[in-house]
Every structure is written in C-alpha cells, then in structure tokens.
C-alpha cells in the first residue's frame, strides 16, 4: 500500500497566511470553503483551489466527527507550495483505512493520501495537526506578496 506521508517541506516563511476556526456548523463550515477559496483567488491559485478546498473540507469533516471541539484551520503558501492544517484538542493520530465501496465514511484520508503531495500528523499543544501540501504554480508568489 501505497502512502504519501512525509516530512514536510521546510521552505521559510510563508508568502501567505490564512488562520480560520472551524466550526461544528456546517453552514458556518461553508462559509470557512468560501473564504478559502476567495483567499487561493486573490493569491492567484483559482485553478489550486478545487484540490486544496476538497482536501481541506475531507480534514475539517474528520474533526467534526471524530474530534469535536474547538479546532483551526491554518493555510501557509510559499513559491511552488501549499500547506494545510487542521489543528484540534484530540490526541488521537488518524489512520488511513481501506474503506469498502459501499462504505458511508473512511474515504476522506484515502482523498487526501491519492491527491496531496504528501500528507501526515503530529502532536500539537493538547492535540494534534493533520496537514496536507499540495503543489500549485510558482507564479501564485508575486500575486500574493503583492
């Protein structure tokens, strides 16, 4: 089994920076998709956007379900690189499982592991951070350091 956990890139200080509460409500977790997507736009990173809203809405939903409670959403963009962060109060690491096609739940880290360029989590504070990279064009850098 193929897996794309691996040590993040270690590039400097991000040319952007986002930080939103993800909240239990799924409107307000609605608005939370929308505002990241006009956050990617304004960076230059429309068509990154799909990618990175699918992944981040996947981590957002397994802390709803399996970690309620406060939790926060951080993105970082550099030259060539997008990370997402999905910060909560558990301290329980998630695990990738081979879910059945008919299965209601068990798809969302499969999602990230087959679109991210790399994925993993780490204790943070009382709980953990899941995180995701995804690649996006290196032009997104003078847009966003505008």
Not at 24 to 31: C, G, K, N, V, Y
Not at 36 to 54: I, P
Request: aromatic share 4%; glycine share 8%.
């Amino acid at each position: 089994m193929h897996m794309h956990v691996c040590t993040p890139a270690e590039l400097g200080p991000p040319t952007a920076y986002l930080s939103a509460t993800i909240a239990a409500d799924a409107e307000e977790l609605a608005q939370t998709r929308r505002a990241v997507r006009g956050w990617l736009a304004a960076s230059g990173l429309t068509e990154a956007a799909d990618s990175a809203v699918l992944l981040m809405n996947e981590l957002a939903t397994n802390v709803q379900q399996h970690a309620p409670g406060p939790a926060r959403l951080r993105l970082f963009l550099r030259p060539g690189l997008l990370r997402c962060e999905v910060l909560d109060s558990h301290r329980a690491l998630p695990v990738l499982v081979s879910a059945d096609t008919d299965a209601e739940g068990g798809r969302g880290l499969r999602l990230v592991d087959a679109l991210a360029l790399c994925w993993g989590s780490v204790p943070a504070g009382r709980g953990k951070a899941v995180w995701f990279e995804l690649p996006v064009p290196r032009a997104a850098r003078e847009t966003a350091a505008r």
